[in-house]
């Protein structure tokens, strides 16, 4: 299974000299079975390039099938979909999968993205042919010879982990996810929603929340353990976060927590801030491989062209 990043920033994208090493797109993940079938995590505008390169697999002449499965509908995960040229080709096939949402329909979403005061071709006249299914976690969704297990992660609304396996590998998504002890988030979690206030500890959080804290934990553990690949948000440091605890991201400290817990071969460090550049993501990468020398995980910051086979 061949593994690409087309783009690792977040919130928004961002270019000049300071970004050129880790490139200024955001989310999209792509993988490739050996049989050819094709699966893609987010459309962040990272998705524009890897629509030049699905060209020369199919989809400029119509042939082209494709499954899109979204950690969720932010804008900086879906911003690329309407300069994605393989949507726009007659004969593709697209299978979108998203979390069923409690406030508006996928398929509103997505036209509301290609509607006409903002994009000139709407969604509904796109010539590639696309199916909608939402997902409701936890799941397991078979596309093609892909096995996707879904499960909520702790972000806005609701967002979704994915555990993507094709021939025995595996690649874990979890993306946009706030570090559990410090806020509760999105649908599920909003009405046991707990922030610490500014020198409390967490031995002084209730028995009720501390094993919601210990059972998410488990969960996640169980749900990403010995993944090939493990993709995780760090966009904060430990002081920038500070303050920020419910805007739904984590830090380098918790991707090393989490991949000592689930041993994965490969940590790969996402969701860059877009207000620091590279010097800052050479530092965090430098930090974390420093953190886990002690593992025979292999750590890289996501990188545009960042290409793993399996």
């Known amino acids: 299974m061949l593994f690409r990043v087309y783009g690792s920033r977040g919130s928004y994208p961002i270019s000049g000299a300071d970004y050129s090493t880790f490139g200024g797109h955001t989310t999209c993940f792509y993988l490739r079975s050996e049989s050819g079938n094709h699966l893609t995590v987010d459309a962040g505008t990272g998705i524009k390039q890897l629509g030049h390169h699905l060209m020369n697999e199919g989809f400029d002449s119509g042939k082209g099938k494709m499954a899109l499965f979204f950690t969720h509908t932010h804008w900086d995960h879906i911003m690329g979909m309407p300069f994605f040229s393989p949507l726009f080709i007659e004969g593709n096939i697209f299978h979108l999968f998203t979390a069923s949402l409690p406030f508006s329909g996928i398929q509103a979403i997505f036209s509301g993205l290609f509607k006409p005061d903002i994009f000139p071709v709407p969604f509904d006249d796109l010539k590639s042919e696309i199916k909608l299914t939402e997902i409701s976690p936890p799941d397991l969704i078979q596309y093609e010879d892909f096995s996707v297990n879904c499960m909520q992660i702790n972000h806005n609304n609701i967002s979704l982990g994915f555990r993507i396996e094709n021939e025995g590998k595996s690649v874990t998504v979890l993306s946009d996810n706030a570090i559990i002890e410090l806020a509760r988030m999105g649908d599920g979690f909003i009405n046991k929603y707990k922030r610490l206030p500014d020198g409390k500890k967490s031995s002084e959080l209730s028995e009720e929340t501390l094993d919601f804290i210990s059972d998410y934990r488990r969960r996640q553990t169980e749900f990403a353990y010995g993944s090939d690949i493990l993709i995780c948000d760090t966009h904060f440091t430990t002081d920038t976060i500070r303050g920020r605890e419910t805007w739904g991201h984590?830090?380098?400290?918790?991707?090393?927590?989490?991949?000592?817990?689930?041993?994965?071969?490969?940590?790969?460090?996402?969701?860059?801030?877009?207000?620091?550049?590279?010097?800052?993501?050479?530092?965090?990468?430098?930090?974390?491989?420093?953190?886990?020398?002690?593992?025979?995980c292999r750590v890289y910051a996501g990188y545009e062209g960042l290409e793993i086979n399996l």
């Open 250 to 296: 984590s830090t380098p400290d918790e991707a090393v927590r989490l991949a000592k817990d689930c041993k994965p071969g490969f940590l790969i460090l996402h969701h860059h801030d877009p207000e620091r550049g590279d010097s800052h993501v050479i530092e965090k990468e430098k930090r974390v491989r420093e953190m886990l020398s002690d593992t025979d």
